[in-house]
């Protein structure tokens, strides 16, 4: 009785097909060369990230975040569930090894309920405008101009750049939580902070009109990093699910210049 040990053994295999007269079958050249002909195995097939499936996940994204923003605009009250909801979504989303498509649309969810919540409230600090419809323009138009330069390869990710794009966001958070814990705390009664404080620099002009520009041009920057996290991606081939980090990415900044844009441009409407 063989040993089941060697029963599936390609060795113990070979020698009794020889024993028994049987000649494995070997390719014809022909055969060969329609094996050669055949197309290599797309990305898509190797579930590799590719430009087409990173822009469907990032629409898909924004999909569920306008949902979202019309119920926030249509329930203003949900503003601050949107923002706490969407900061505790961030953390996780930044800090989680592997991104996962539901937090990532949970983001999107909880950061269009705040979009919403907040340009309703735009609305009425500055009535008989269309600062909304003006910012979403705003938006997509630094968005685009930021998309061609990098495509044509104007504008490019450097090791200087970001450290100097480094060096000036965390200066600016910064001043955003102190001008936060002055608004908190009553130090200053304006809605904006230090921001809406007539400082005289340059001739007189709002310190938050200096930092509305420095706020997009850092967005602008942090969209060339997102879109040059795609081009790596891709081209070396990473797994797919990390075009969910890269729509998340994306969504992060977008959301970001729309809401620095929207504060812009209230400085030069008259409000109520």
């Given at each position: 009785m063989a040993n089941p040990a060697f029963s599936n053994s390609p060795a113990f295999s070979a020698k009794a097909a020889q024993r028994a007269g049987v000649v494995p079958a070997v390719p014809t050249p022909d055969q060969l060369q329609e094996h050669y002909s055949l197309p290599s195995a797309t990305p898509d097939q190797m579930e590799r990230m590719t430009y087409q499936d990173t822009i469907f996940k990032?629409?898909?994204?924004?999909?569920?975040?306008?949902?979202?923003?019309?119920?926030?605009?249509?329930?203003?009250?949900?503003?601050?569930?949107?923002?706490?909801?969407?900061?505790?979504?961030?953390?996780?989303?930044?800090?989680?090894?592997?991104?996962?498509?539901?937090?990532?649309?949970?983001?999107?969810?909880?950061?269009?309920?705040?979009?919403?919540?907040?340009?309703?409230?735009?609305?009425?600090?500055?009535?008989?405008?269309?600062?909304?419809?003006?910012?979403?323009?705003?938006?997509?138009?630094?968005?685009?101009?930021?998309?061609?330069?990098?495509?044509?390869?104007?504008?490019?990710?450097?090791?200087?750049?970001t450290q100097i794009f480094l060096v000036a966001i965390l200066g600016y958070a910064a001043f955003s939580l102190v001008n936060f814990g002055l608004m908190m705390f009553g130090v200053t009664d304006s809605m904006f902070g230090l921001r809406d404080v007539q400082i005289p620099i340059f001739g007189g002009i709002p310190l938050g009109i200096p930092l509305g520009i420095l706020a997009v041009l850092l967005g602008a920057y942090s969209l060339v990093m997102d879109f040059d996290y795609v081009k790596r991606g891709v081209e070396t081939g990473q797994p797919r699910i990390y075009g969910w980090t890269a729509a998340f990415g994306i969504m992060v900044t977008v959301v970001w210049l729309y809401l620095e844009i929207l504060r812009l441009l209230s400085y030069f409407l008259p409000r109520n």
């Open positions: 990032t629409l898909a994204s924004f999909a569920v975040l306008l949902v979202a923003a019309v119920i926030g605009w249509t329930f203003p009250v949900l503003t601050w569930v949107g923002l706490i909801a969407g900061f505790v979504l961030a953390l996780v989303n930044i800090f989680k090894r592997k991104p996962s498509p539901a937090l990532v649309l949970a983001y999107a969810f909880a950061e269009g309920l705040f979009v919403g919540g907040i340009s309703m409230f735009y609305t009425l600090i500055v009535p008989g405008s269309s600062i909304v419809p003006m910012a979403l323009f705003g938006t997509l138009g630094v968005v685009a101009v930021t998309l061609a330069l990098f495509a044509n390869g104007k504008v490019r990710v450097s090791k200087r750049s």
